[in-house]
């Protein structure tokens, strides 16, 4: 087996993603385009997109980053916009955009139509929210959009499944096509809740960080396996697990977070770059097969399926949005004043990803008898990857400099800092109260300068939110988080140095320097954090 394409593609796109950093694109943007460019290079190998690699084995650890990311208890406040996103909008779009694929394409079934309805229907949120953090969008907005890309994709592949079902001829029906969907959707969600507890016992009863995050590495590929193995959904197992989990993180050991954070960091990083660099690179792959669709009928295909697809989505988000408001006193109550700007941005930021291509690839090559070719495939590919395409650039190019000119409210910092101070101030209050508790038990005597240190551990932390109120230092123009963390790390540089000497010396050996240098790493972390 060759590596070197796969190494290439991993540096290459880590590469591009770490660069875009220092640019106005988001990094997605930046990445399909380079491999767009990249595609035709010479000597590029091809990057076909395998379903049976992207679905299992790249989907599940993208959602179960994003859901231990998410917050389980604002999804939960939005969830009727999300359910409304996830499933009504999928399947509304997958409807629509069929029928308009129907009507435009000649001689093209209507089973075959729904096939790509379904494949387009799902929105890729990845770019979304990145470009939402990005430019300060609402928390609610980027919570109804996180929420939408964790469960549209089970949504849609069950419509796949149940469209392509009947399109190559296994005789599916609409009361079959909603019960299959219910199976998948209630087995997926049971597989969940029955495997997210016993996997939160056995992350807090391991013992070693190494074999937690080992565990966590794995949780992801089990719940998908498990779910896709008695026809449930894997997306949604992952997700309730990943939610649950996410939401009981602080029941785990902290050096399993501190190292699971990392580690989980580096895979959505590497695997998110990867997958954007590789919907570029599937250009050649797609148009060697257009055939009799080439030039001005496959760019009229691609245009009018394009301005479907944004404009289903106006359709159902403005109505899923207002029509429940007028109809519930509660809703407009709990929810409060909304204007249009909201539902504009998600509307417009409904661009398709990774998993819309992964679909359409799985498309089998013949119907059910295995003589007749699947109607129009190559053109329903080559669709598939304009209307990814075209809505990554057209849409995610517009996003930044639509939210800035709807100028949404600016969230309030000084309020937010506050709040931090005053929880603080409370959870400080009651360390203060334990750890006197324990020092009056003489199971616990300590000598004055320790229990003094601890006094004055809590007593930092305590204040550390107060201070960055204050005001910035007149000379340096750094404000007193910015001071603390910069002689923090002068100091402890000074011990490393030491620690070098006297391994350089053979004082020390270097598995010795090993723990003194992750002790001092460990403590310059706490001071990061600590000083906010």
Avoid at 287 to 305: I, K, S, T
Avoid at 367 to 388: A, M, S
Avoid at 424 to 431: E, L, P, T, V
């Amino acid at each position: 087996m060759d590596v070197m394409p796969l190494l290439l593609l991993v540096a290459g796109s880590a590469g591009i993603a770490a660069a875009a950093r220092r640019t106005p694109v988001p990094a997605p943007l930046l990445l399909v385009a380079v491999g767009l460019l990249v595609s035709y290079v010479p000597g590029v190998p091809d990057y076909t997109l395998d379903p049976h690699i992207v679905l299992p084995l790249l989907l599940p650890p993208l959602l179960y980053t994003a859901a231990t990311d998410s917050s389980y208890l604002d999804l939960r406040a939005q969830l009727r916009a999300v359910t409304l996103l996830s499933v009504g909008y999928v399947l509304f779009a997958t409807f629509v955009v069929g029928w308009a694929l129907y009507v435009i394409v000649p001689d093209l079934p209507l089973t075959a139509a729904l096939v790509f309805g379904a494949v387009v229907a799902p929105p890729d949120a990845v770019a979304a929210t990145a470009v939402a953090r990005r430019v300060g969008l609402p928390s609610r907005i980027t919570t109804i959009l996180q929420g939408e890309s964790l469960f549209n994709d089970a949504t849609a592949i069950t419509a796949f499944k149940v469209a392509l079902a009947a399109a190559v001829g296994e005789g599916a029906t609409w009361a079959g096509g909603v019960v299959e969907f219910l199976i998948a959707a209630i087995g997926g969600v049971g597989v969940g809740l029955l495997l997210m507890v016993p996997i939160h016992w056995l992350r807090t009863h391991l013992k070693e960080a190494l074999l937690q995050n080992t565990l966590s590495l794995l949780i992801p590929f089990v719940a998908y396996a498990v779910a896709e193995q008695v026809h449930a959904s894997g997306v949604l197992a992952v997700v309730v697990v990943a939610l649950h989990l996410g939401h009981r993180a602080w029941e785990v050991d902290f050096a399993t977070r501190l190292q699971e954070g990392a580690v989980w960091k580096m895979v959505a990083f590497v695997l998110e770059s990867a997958v954007f660099a590789l919907i570029g690179l599937q250009l050649p792959v797609v148009l060697r097969g257009l055939g009799e669709y080439e030039g001005v009928d496959a760019a009229w295909y691609a245009l009018a399926v394009f301005l479907v697809v944004v404009a289903a989505r106006f359709v159902w988000v403005y109505p899923a949005t207002f029509l429940p408001r007028i109809a519930s006193t509660r809703i407009r109550a709990r929810e409060g004043d909304l204007t249009w700007r909201g539902p504009f941005v998600v509307a417009w930021a409904g661009m398709r990803g990774v998993v819309s291509l992964a679909i359409a690839f799985s498309i089998p090559l013949t119907l059910h008898d295995g003589d007749v070719p699947f109607p129009q495939r190559n053109l329903i590919l080559f669709l598939t990857f304009t209307t990814v395409i075209g809505t990554l650039v057209v849409q995610g190019l517009t996003l930044p400099p639509l939210i800035r000119l709807l100028r949404f409210p600016v969230p309030d910092a000084q309020a937010a800092t506050l709040a931090e101070a005053n929880a603080q101030a409370q959870a400080s209050r009651a360390a203060e109260q334990r750890l006197e508790e324990l020092l009056s038990d003489e199971r616990n005597a300590l000598p004055a300068p320790l229990a003094d240190r601890l006094r004055s551990v809590v007593e930092r932390r305590r204040n550390a939110v107060w201070e960055r109120l204050g005001q910035v230092n007149p000379v340096t123009g750094e404000t007193v988080d910015d001071t603390y963390r910069r002689l923090s790390r002068k100091v402890i540089s000074a011990e490393r140095e030491v620690f070098v000497k006297l391994r350089d010396a053979r004082y020390i050996d270097d598995e010795m320097l090993r723990t003194l240098l992750r002790r001092l790493d460990l403590e310059e972390a706490a001071a990061y954090r600590e000083a906010g």
